[in-house]
């Protein structure tokens, strides 16, 4: 079966503005600094994700990135989608909105995307970036949203 093109990405744009997050055309550079707004060009992920997961969860992955005290300016499709990943294989995180945001706010997520991007390859291939986050943020924030028992022995 054949990959299916997403090009209809007009309610992932809605989703964005609803957030205060402005979708770029993937020619136009991303603008830093202080007073910048969050940017993404990731308009057909997000899209995809609405269609996979629904307008819910996608709304839950862009609220946690986007509401952080000190939040990435470029929203990378491979740090959407590694927060998808999470939600999608620990539901109660994205339940638990809250305290996932709280935890975020320990981390430098530009920080853990430099460290992806600089991460091994397999056989010469550039890293899987998405899968590096995803993998990161996991290891980081395990002990927080799922705290294991003190004293307790097996």
């Not at 979708?23 to 940017?39: D, E, F, N, W």
């Amino acid at each position: 079966m054949p990959a299916v093109t997403t090009t209809d990405t007009r309610e992932a744009e809605s989703l964005c503005a609803e957030l205060g997050i402005e979708v770029l055309h993937a020619s136009k550079r991303i603008r830093t600094g202080p007073c910048s707004p969050q940017q993404t060009h990731s308009a057909v992920r997000i899209q995809k994700m609405i269609n996979l997961r629904g307008r819910e969860h996608a709304w839950a992955v862009l609220y946690a990135l986007s509401e952080m005290e000190n939040p990435p300016i470029e929203l990378k499709s491979s740090l959407i989608g590694a927060v998808s990943d999470l939600f999608s294989n620990y539901p109660a995180w994205e339940r638990r909105l809250g305290d996932f945001l709280n935890a975020l706010d320990l981390l430098d997520l530009d920080e853990l995307q430099r460290l992806a991007w600089s991460g091994p390859g397999i056989d010469g291939a550039p890293p899987k970036t998405r899968i590096l986050i995803t993998g990161y943020l996991q290891v980081l924030l395990m002990p927080v949203m799922e705290p294991q028992e003190q004293g307790v022995f097996l």
